[in-house]
């Protein structure tokens, strides 16, 4: 019970490490709404064309951040 217990404890303490370690984004970021119409314009204009999903849209950043 003790392996399991420190098993546990470990696990827990990698993967707090893991998710403190991750850049913090200071740039505010907007959807790049021009892209997306181009690509659902072009998109409807093929007939074969599949359903566009985004599941990641396109992201710019506002003007004045780098």
Do not use: H
Not at 1 to 16: F, T
């Amino acid at each position: 019970m003790k392996v399991r217990q420190k098993i546990a404890i470990v696990a827990s303490l990698l993967l707090l490490a893991g998710c403190s370690s991750t850049p913090v984004q200071t740039a505010r970021s907007q959807l790049d709404q021009d892209y997306i119409n181009q690509v659902e314009a072009a998109a409807k204009k093929n007939s074969l064309s599949p359903r566009i999903y985004w599941v990641n849209p396109p992201m710019k950043k506002e003007a004045g951040q780098q």
